[in-house]
């Protein structure tokens, strides 16, 4: 099977696509902790603080947070599968992201050998008999839950029904314009701004969903340009004009007139780069972490691992590093995090769906600002210069964090090591450990 190679968007590295400043002040408590699974509990362990005009908000501890701990769990306003990685056959619920396939059926894609079989396939959370189609469209949802909140949202709007493979619907045109411009490695998806557009379309109280929406950080108009040509790069950035067009074609609304202008879609078009945050599921990796959990005797722990260590290098040899399910997502509390080098919080995705798990990397005292990482493990730990190249060449912002102020004797050079690092990354264990780190 012929497979895109690119980059893989892996839980441990999902970083926000977040730019620039934030000008947004504190939002009504209500509103930031709407979507958290337990908006009590979170609200009494962190707020959000207007910090200056030049970082926004932030996010605080209200209290003592200790490493390892799960800060909050939080659900999207929306989410989106990537298109690329949707075409090429990786199965995710179209509400949650789950992924549909079982531990087995992905690891015999992946790997080319439909003859594999796993051991200890009881370990595979993955539930088929549950999975649901929408009756008109064939959309796959991995339960009737799923399939109902989807309706409820925005489905209505989106199902194309029969015309599901009608390359000429105009919401095809704009799928397929996308991927003609925004290739793998993936970082965001113009189905992303389709479901804003649907669920406000789809509200009783349309308000209060542009009201949710503008609580995303705001940029200049200088700023969203350039946001919106990185996302297409340099080859695309006249196309932008084109996938307006496409866009208002599809779903154009009263109600969301200043999102259909060229300027209000550049800037929905800004807010997506700006605060999407990657999404990664995989059984297989499910798999793994229940396997690495197994109490076993010395042998058949060896045997095990040997099997997953193998699997893993054919997995390598036949897909590359596209490996998951991939997509990504708006998450109003999430999005309060600033960036640090030295992060004290990462992101993952453990229940294989859109649930943000945001989890302590170390100990966190009251009244300590909660950062998040844009950079990879590799890229963290580069210099001082290469950070802030890639910071700024990508979030358009000057990272002032405590490592960075530490260092700001070093000389503004890239090292001769950290470039043969940016021409191939180094493989090997590093490389199998992250693979399944989801």
């Not at 990397?361 to 580069?382: A, K, M």
């Not at 002032?400 to 050079?413: A, G, H, I, W």
Request: with cysteine.
């Amino acid at each position: 099977m012929a497979v895109m190679h690119i980059n893989k968007l892996l839980a441990n590295r999902h970083k926000k696509r977040r730019t620039g400043t934030r000008r947004n002040m504190a939002a009504p408590v209500d509103d930031m902790f709407s979507l958290c699974v337990d908006p009590c509990k979170t609200n009494s362990s962190v707020e959000v603080r207007f910090i200056d005009n030049i970082k926004g908000k932030g996010l605080f501890a209200k209290r003592s947070i200790k490493k390892g701990e799960t800060i909050f769990i939080e659900r999207p306003l929306v989410s989106a599968q990537f298109l690329w990685n949707s075409l090429y056959k990786y199965k995710a619920c179209e509400y949650c992201l789950r992924a549909l396939e079982t531990a087995e059926e992905n690891a015999r894609r992946l790997s080319g050998n439909p003859a594999l079989s796993l051991p200890h396939p009881e370990l595979c959370r993955v539930r088929p008999e549950l999975h649901q189609v929408c009756p008109q469209c064939q959309v796959m949802y991995c339960s009737s839950e799923c399939r109902q909140a989807a309706a409820d949202q925005y489905h209505r709007v989106l199902c194309l029904g029969p015309s599901e493979s009608d390359p000429d619907h105009p919401i095809n045109k704009l799928k397929d314009a996308w991927r003609s411009v925004h290739y793998p490695p993936e970082t965001s998806s113009i189905m992303l701004m389709a479901k804003m557009v649907a669920v406000v379309k789809q509200a009783k109280d349309k308000t209060r969903w542009q009201r949710l929406f503008s609580l995303f950080c705001s940029r200049t108009a200088n700023e969203e340009e350039e946001i919106a040509h990185k996302l297409l790069g340099e080859k695309f950035r006249g196309q932008l004009g084109l996938l307006h067009s496409l866009f208002k074609a599809a779903l154009y609304d009263d109600h969301l007139s200043r999102w259909f202008v060229p300027e209000g879609f550049r800037s929905l078009f800004a807010l997506v780069g700006t605060n999407g945050q990657g999404i990664g599921t995989s059984s297989l990796s499910q798999w793994v972490h229940a396997c690495d959990a197994l109490e076993l005797p010395d042998q058949q722990r060896e045997q095990l691992d040997s099997f997953i260590d193998q699997l893993y290098k054919d997995i390598d040899k036949e897909t590359g590093e596209f490996l998951n399910c991939e997509g990504s997502g708006l998450y109003l509390l999430q999005s309060s995090c600033n960036h640090s080098c030295i992060p004290n919080a990462e992101a993952s995705f453990p229940d294989n769906n859109f649930l943000l798990h945001l989890n302590a990397l170390s100990d966190i005292s009251p009244g300590q600002e909660i950062c998040i990482s844009y950079l990879d493990f590799c890229q963290r730990d580069r210099s001082r210069h290469s950070r802030h190249k890639i910071l700024r060449e990508n979030y358009l912002f000057v990272c002032s964090c405590s490592k960075c102020m530490s260092q700001m004797d070093e000389p503004d050079v890239t090292s001769e090591e950290e470039e043969g690092e940016a021409e191939g990354e180094t493989e090997g264990d590093e490389m199998e450990d992250e693979m399944t780190d989801v």
